[in-house]
């Protein structure tokens, strides 16, 4: 086991363990909230090419996956009154802590992508799959405001595929040719402060 698997290991079961109240509260709410399941899987794309289920707590109707796209986009209409509570605070993406302790994604790395979307790499691109996902990344810091940058856009499938995911790609390249648990660490605090901010 190398040194970021032994870290994310300790720190993601520590989690799990210190936020169990808070996971069955969240859990309560969410299921008394709206019909559907507590937990949202949602298909991406992992290390090497290998698909998996990212877990998250629902934020929208249960229907959401076949009545609009993969990506938010601004103010989406399929976002519960709880799930857009949840989103502001980010405590939605608690549950991927389950994915860093079963060793498929990290607590920082390049935000795994859904299938549809990860057609459009270019070979140069493909090489961020060699990377194993995280929680979070240099990237989303930077577009943590994309689902209203996205709303403000005329044609938000194109300018994502065209704009905004290239670059994302962009920053996770350079963040894993200087990777290391210091990065990481800095990364993870200044996620934290983003979301303080929001």
């Known amino acids: 086991m190398d040194v970021k698997r032994a870290f994310d290991l300790f720190f993601a079961s520590l989690g799990l363990v210190v936020l169990s109240p808070l996971f069955l509260v969240l859990g309560i709410a969410v299921r008394l909230s709206s019909p ?5 899987r949602s298909r991406r794309v992992g290390r090497f ?3 998996f289920f990212l877990l998250k707590f629902r934020t929208m109707t249960k229907d959401a996956p076949q009545n609009g796209p993969a990506i938010t986009i601004g103010e989406d209409m399929r976002i519960t009154p709880l799930g857009a509570l ?13 994915n860093v302790v ?4 990290s607590l920082v790395g390049p935000r795994p992508e859904v299938p549809e979307y990860v057609r459009f790499y270019t070979s140069e691109q493909r090489t961020v799959l060699d990377l194993v996902p995280g929680i979070t990344d240099p990237a989303s810091i930077k577009y943590a405001l ?3 940058l996205l709303g403000k ?8 595929v065209n704009d905004i995911m290239p670059d994302k790609l962009r920053i996770n390249l350079g963040y894993a040719a200087r990777a290391n648990l210091r990065t990481d660490f800095l990364i993870i605090l200044k996620t934290l402060v983003r979301i303080i901010q929001r």
């Open 102 to 105: 079963r060793g498929e994604m």
């Open 86 to 98: 949840l989103r502001r605070c980010k405590v939605d993406e608690l549950p991927q802590l389950v």
């Open 146 to 148: 994309e689902s209203h």
């Open 36 to 40: 559907g399941p507590v937990i949202f």
């Open 153 to 160: 856009s005329r044609n938000p499938h194109s300018d994502y």
């Open 49 to 51: 090419g290998k698909e």
